[in-house]
């Protein structure tokens, strides 16, 4: 099992940039896929980005492709997501999610695929 903390968040003006980290608990960090996903009020929360966990796999949600990068320290237990070009539109909670898995190279695009979820840190981009 493990605990996902999040952290980095905070209100930025648009253009600029946030560098999100995902702290993770648990002795076997480097068996788990990692995704970041975000939810905006009212809205569904949605997919943002997954690194498998070799952290040789990535990918991205076309609105960040570009602009957001996902990285992993396995040796830190941790999962980081570099922002730039922020735009408002980017407003919402970030969640970083685990998911438990053999495979080095798979990464995961839908909430139903994790296993584990963190709590949560706000971004706000303001124009």
């Known amino acids: 099992q493990v605990q996902v903390v999040e952290s980095g968040g905070g209100l930025v003006q648009a253009g600029g940039s946030l560098r999100l980290s995902c702290a993770a608990s648990?002795?076997?960090?480097?068996?788990?896929?990692m995704g970041w996903f975000r939810q905006a009020p009212g809205k569904e929360r949605e997919f943002v980005a997954a690194?498998?966990?070799?952290?040789?796999?990535?990918y991205y949600a076309d609105s960040v492709k570009g602009r957001f990068t996902i990285s992993r320290d396995n040796a830190r237990n941790t999962v980081f997501l570099q922002m730039n070009s922020l735009k408002p539109e980017d407003t919402a909670v970030y969640y970083c999610?685990?998911?438990?898995?053999?495979?080095?190279?798979?990464?995961?695009?839908?909430?139903?695929?994790?296993?584990?979820w963190g709590q949560g840190t706000q971004v706000t981009v303001s124009s």
């Open positions: 999610a685990a998911k438990n898995i053999r495979s080095a190279t798979s990464v995961y695009t839908a909430r139903k695929d994790y296993d584990y």
């Open positions: 648990g002795r076997t960090f480097s068996s788990y896929a």
């Open positions: 690194i498998s966990w070799s952290g040789s796999s990535t």
